[in-house]
């Protein structure tokens, strides 16, 4: 069967003011008029079952992940005690979904990214869960169309005999020359950030690759399932490396296939992402809030919130109004937003 795996534990800075410590970015509504996480689980109908789909999030967030993904059974929610990034999160995962079915395929996904192309992304996950029953670790991968730093890139090689292409080398977030020099290469694809193997598979790499988490994982082994999880986890989750999996793994195994994907993927990394997965007008605005006024301007995204908020003459500028906080910032700088929290937490 497969279990998917909602990873829903990040931040999202860059999305200030709407999202705060309380409502991260997967909580949000931006790209549809659902929250990115309900969203996301709603793309696996059909696929899985919500009987058998997981969240991974912290203690803050569990409350909220649960009201948004409708039907998901309260032991499915698994509640890190302190954030300790994917290897870990995709860890706790692993031991309940072997707990159940030690071959069984997970698909780990993150909690905040846009797909344009549903049917096409199934597809492409039903063929990913193929690959992996053999016992490769699967990522899917993305066509690259800018040099961006904040992503995975893979070397592909060739093709493999149960599918997908083998991977020479995965690069996790190089540095900008690196990444042009990929991108002009015509050798490399994103990582997506989408994962799937099967859960024995996955925690066989963990022990293989990042052998100070083999005792943690032995004790949380043991445990799944049974009334004692909790304080196991208490106890050893914390003591886990906080490393991503595309570190952690990916970087290192070899038992790495990619399955290149063409779904319209975006993982909505900004504001300035907000015309790429929501519908603009003629002037290329996005615009939301019905109180939102927006007179001669173009490739502007105008978030309102209640009260009016009215923008005039600009090109390609940000303005969010979250109702306590307003936000302005030329689209091509919406990564510097996260500056702006930075800013925040040190006034305090
Ligand atoms: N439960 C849990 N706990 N979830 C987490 C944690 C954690 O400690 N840290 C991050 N996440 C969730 C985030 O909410 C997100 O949905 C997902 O895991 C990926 O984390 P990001 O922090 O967004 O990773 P990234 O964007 O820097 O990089 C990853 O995604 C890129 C594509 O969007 C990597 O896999 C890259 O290689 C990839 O290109
Ligand atoms: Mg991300």
Partial sequence: ALYPVIMAGGSGTRFWPLSRQARPKQFL?????????????????????????FIVCGPLHAKAAAKLVKGLPKANILVEPVARNTAPAIALAAVHVAARDPKGIMVVLPSDHHV?????????????????????????????????????????GDAL??????????????????????????????????????ADVILAAFEQHMPEMKKGLAALS????????????????????????????????SNIAVLPG???????????????????????????????????????????????????????????????AVLVVPREKSQDVRKVVEALKARK
């Fill in 116 to 156: 344009a192309d549903v049917p096409g992304f199934k597809r492409t996950l039903e063929e990913a869960a193929r690959i992996a029953e053999g016992g490769h670790i699967v990522t899917l991968g993305i066509q690259p169309n800018r040099p961006e730093t904040g992503y995975g890139y893979i070397q592909v």
């Fill in 222 to 253: 043991k445990a799944a399932g049974k009334r004692t999880f909790g304080p196991v986890l208490k106890k050893v989750f914390p003591k886990l490396p906080s490393i991503s999996i595309d570190y952690g793994v990916m970087e290192k195994a």
């Fill in 29 to 53: 509504p931006l790209a549809s008029k659902l929250p990115l996480i309900t969203d996301t689980a709603a793309r696996l109908k059909g696929l899985s079952t919500v009987k058998n789909t």
């Fill in 161 to 198: 005999s149960g599918g997908g292409r083998s991977v020479k080398a995965f690069k996790e977030k190089p540095d900008t020359q690196t990444a042009k020099a990929y991108v002009s290469s015509g050798e490399y694809l994103w990582n997506g950030g989408i994962f799937v193997f099967r």
């Fill in 262 to 324: 063409d779904f319209g993927w975006s993982d909505v990394g900004s504001f300035a992402a907000i015309p790429e997965v929501r519908p603009a007008d003629e002037n290329g605005n996005v615009i939301s809030g019905a109180s939102a006024v927006v007179v001669d301007c173009k490739g502007c995204v105008v978030l309102a919130d209640k009260r009016p908020l009215a923008v005039v003459g600009l090109t390609d500028v940000v303005v969010v109004d979250s109702g306590d």
